[in-house]
């Protein structure tokens, strides 16, 4: 992978044409689509020699490990530089892949294979989810930011079209070991991509003149204190954990609750969950066009309220066409403030601490959020559906406090390079001292 002192000049190309984030893009859609392949076929090897509560240990295994190091993997991308983590853990889950496809082709091991290759992937997960998430600041001008995020948003939406069903055909005419082998060939493409990348030299990539020595739990807890300071990241960090924790499981586990007890089975489910994968993907294509909305600080923090309710009140409304209606204005509100949140999170950050800023994005939504999702059942088990979307969208409407009671947050904009036209204010890069 190379990395050159690209000209900080006005690009003229915007992201969607630009090779290079294009091959990011490709690379990123080739490791989700990996990633769900790889879960595909875990969860199905598993039912083969097991009951249910080992499926559910097996597909739990990865999870732990990941998200009890995902700050870890920000650390480490830091230090080393993203561009070399997210080539080495690639080809490091490639592996880990591809040796548990022979294994079972040639054999049939226990279930002690199938617990430790989700262990070991999860580990190398934590430092290639953070590092490949650091990556976008490094591809082009900070103005193009927020196009990134809206393509991402669309790779990520487009994955889990093609990956499920593509991970199933493997399984039906191949079994496991194909299945496992789809995976690890789709991460054997990303690899030379992700090496191909041009990597443009930001301002902590030069050596200081004086080092100073520090542990990698010292960059860790500097990280954090980085972002607990910080007037535009903080805020929109606790904001964004509680949107994450109190709608994630309600557009999981209680859409699912939702469509039985309302008598719309799973075919109902399908339409309220698709049409809010519909409305995010209008979304993100949006903000991939136009890359950048004026006030962007203002407009993610009401764009959570309003998305807050719609998800509330998804399950108040008495037909299935009016929740899937509403679903889809969910998607569009909450699909428009996560895109603003991580562009503004990621423009607003130094480059020696995008890595770790990455990686405490990355721990609420992976690795926190789907252990929470036995507690929405059991509450919803409790107190029945409607109290627990009220009170998840309203935890998560209250997130938008910490965004609006900060003026910095308020008056947040996405940077607009001098000579750009544009309706904002264009916005400095961040110095060095984020008081």
């Given amino acids: 992978m190379a990395t050159t002192d690209m000209p900080m000049t006005p690009r003229v190309r915007p992201a969607h044409r630009d090779p290079n984030v294009l091959r990011w893009l490709t690379a990123y859609a080739l490791s989700l689509i990996g990633d769900i392949v790889w879960m595909v076929a875990l969860g199905f090897a598993a039912q083969e020699v097991a009951g249910p509560a080992q499926v559910g240990m097996v597909m739990a295994a990865g999870a732990v490990p990941r998200a009890l190091l995902m700050l870890g993997g920000g650390v480490v991308a830091d230090r080393l530089g993203p561009g070399k983590v997210v080539v080495g853990s ?55 930011i927020g196009r990134i995020q809206g393509l991402r948003m669309l790779v990520i939406r487009g994955s889990w079209i093609v990956g499920p069903p593509l991970g199933g055909l493997a399984m039906a005419y191949g079994g496991a070991a194909a299945s496992l082998g789809a995976a690890g060939l789709l991460f054997a493409l990303s690899v030379p991509l992700l090496m191909a990348l041009r990597l443009r030299s930001l301002p902590s990539d030069d050596p200081p003149a004086v080092i100073v020595p520090q542990s990698a739990w010292g960059e860790l807890v500097d990280g954090l ?15 964004g954990a509680m949107s994450e924790l109190g709608t994630n499981g309600l557009l999981s586990v209680g859409l699912m609750l939702l469509s039985r ?25 949006l903000l991939a066009v136009k890359g950048r909305v004026p006030r962007a600080g203002l407009v993610q923090n009401v764009m959570l309220v309003l998305g807050s309710a719609a998800v509330g009140t998804v399950a108040f409304m008495p037909t299935l066409s009016a929740a899937v209606g509403l679903s889809l204005l969910s998607g569009l509100l909450c699909g428009m403030c996560g895109g603003l949140a991580i562009s503004l999170i990621q423009t607003s950050t130094e480059p020696g601490y995008l890595g770790r800023v990455t990686s405490a994005m990355s ?52 940077p607009r390079l001098p000579g750009r036209k544009d309706t904002g204010q264009p916005v400095a890069v961040p110095t060095q001292n984020p008081n």
């Fill in 225 to 239: 204190r980085y972002i607990r300071r910080h007037r535009v990241i903080g805020p929109l960090m606790v904001s």
């Fill in 363 to 414: 721990l609420t939504g992976v690795g926190l959020t789907p252990l929470s999702l036995p507690l929405f059942g059991a509450a919803i088990s409790a107190w029945g559906v409607q109290p627990v979307f009220a009170v998840g969208a309203a935890f998560s409407a209250l997130g938008a406090v910490a965004g609006l009671s900060a003026t910095a947050v308020r008056r947040a904009e996405l």
């Fill in 90 to 144: 690639d080809a490091v889950r490639c592996a880990i892949v591809l040796g548990i496809a022979a294994v079972l082709w040639l054999s049939s091991p226990g279930l002690w294979l199938l617990v430790a290759g989700a262990v070991l992937f999860g580990v190398v997960d934590a430092l290639f989810m953070p590092a490949v998430g650091a990556l976008p600041p490094r591809l082009t001008e900070l103005d193009q």
């Fill in 261 to 285: 007890d309302q008598g719309w089975g799973p075919s109902g489910f399908g339409w309220i969950a698709g049409t809010f994968g519909l409305g995010q993907a209008v979304c993100a294509a």
